[in-house]
């Protein structure tokens, strides 16, 4: 079983930061993709910003420039630093990763419980 942990989030005064990081665990063999996606209210999740295995990223037009996503692989951890929030950047973010468990049989995606954002004065 594999488990994505998030920590970070909470309520924020636009112009400002927060970070956010998931840490994945359990019978892990290998990761290919982590990414964050979000989801505000009566909308649909979309993807933030996604980072690969060789450190490649893309990012969702509406963040870029504002928004930077790392990854430590050893720890297994994947983070989302956000500058300059807005309040259309209010939503619940989760993270999400492309998993080969233990068995090696198959690549899975594993999902985080989702932390929310506010962004508000």
């Known amino acids: 079983q594999v488990r994505l942990v998030e920590s970070g989030g909470g309520l924020v005064q636009p112009g400002g930061s927060l970070g956010l990081s998931c840490a994945a665990s359990?019978?892990?063999?290998?990761?290919?993709?982590m990414g964050w996606y979000r989801q505000a209210p009566e909308k649909q999740r979309e993807l933030v910003a996604v980072?690969?295995?060789?450190?490649?990223?893309n990012y969702a037009d509406s963040v870029k420039g504002r928004f930077t996503i790392s990854r430590d692989n050893a720890k297994n951890t994947v983070y989302l630093q956000m500058n300059s929030l807005r309040p259309e950047d209010t939503a619940v973010y989760y993270c999400?990763?492309?998993?080969?468990?233990?068995?090696?049989?198959?690549?899975?995606?594993?999902w985080g419980q989702g932390n929310q954002v506010t962004v508000s004065s």
């Open positions: 999400k990763a492309e998993v080969l468990g233990g068995s090696r049989s198959h690549w899975f995606d594993a």
């Open positions: 359990g019978r892990i063999f290998s990761i290919n993709a």
């Open positions: 980072i690969l295995s060789n450190g490649a990223t």
